[in-house]
């Protein structure tokens, strides 16, 4: 980047941003139709049935996961050698 953006010519800038941008563009058209190919042919989900989602628990908020995760005191952590109470 130092050698492109000390270079001093701006066209050579503009062909370089160009570039990158064009690059970014057309690698992720790439993935996207790998990915909607991909879902086409594997059809995920197809052999899930309304009687396997009953049984899935359902949180009542987005963070309940994240906070029954981190202990309530950091003295629960055993890899930190904190003696318990």
């Known amino acids: 980047m130092l050698g492109v953006g000390g270079s001093g010519d701006s066209?050579?800038?503009?062909?370089?941003?160009?570039?990158?941008a064009l690059y970014f563009v057309v690698t992720t058209m790439i993935a996207v139709t790998m990915g909607i190919t991909l879902a086409l042919l594997l059809k995920p989900g197809l052999y899930v049935t309304a009687?396997?989602?009953s049984s899935v628990a359902v949180t009542s908020s987005m963070s309940e996961p994240l906070n029954t995760s981190i202990p309530e005191r950091i003295s629960q952590l055993k890899w930190l050698g904190a003696k318990k109470d």
């Open 51 to 53: 009687f396997d989602l």
């Open 11 to 20: 066209t050579t800038l503009k062909n370089v941003g160009l570039r990158i």
